[in-house]
């Protein structure tokens, strides 16, 4: 089994400035894609940003610019940096790892608990 434990989240002014992190503990062989997405209130839950394991990075529109996602594959971790906050960015944010456990396992996806995100002055 793996676990996903997030943190970083919290209340912030609009301007302002967040980390995220995810950390992956457990039985893992390799993580391939990671990604952070989120759920506004009342609405579905969306990719915000990706990154492979061979460092693609990709971002929704509404976040380009203003956030950077990371990796440390020694850590099993990834980040989010959010810059330039705004009350738009106001979600639960959750992270996904694509696992293989053993070398001849097949890719699972797992998920972070999710972490509150609050944009407001």
């Known amino acids: 089994q793996v676990q996903l434990v997030e943190s970083g989240g919290g209340l912030v002014q609009p301007g302002g400035s967040l980390r995220l992190s995810c950390a992956a503990s457990?039985?893992?062989?390799?993580?391939?894609?990671m990604g952070w997405y989120r759920q506004p209130p009342g609405k579905q839950r969306e990719l915000v940003a990706s990154?492979?394991?061979?460092?693609?990075?990709n971002y929704a529109d509404a976040v380009k610019g203003r956030f950077t996602i990371s990796r440390d594959n020694a850590k099993n971790t990834m980040y989010l940096q959010m810059n330039s906050l705004k009350p738009e960015d106001t979600a639960v944010y959750y992270c996904?790892?694509?696992?293989?456990?053993?070398?001849?396992?097949?890719?699972?996806?797992?998920w972070g608990q999710g972490t509150q995100v609050t944009v407001s002055s």
């Open positions: 996904s790892f694509d696992v293989r456990s053993g070398s001849s396992s097949l890719l699972r996806a797992y």
């Open positions: 457990g039985k893992i062989f390799s993580i391939n894609f």
């Open positions: 990154i492979t394991s061979g460092d693609k990075t």
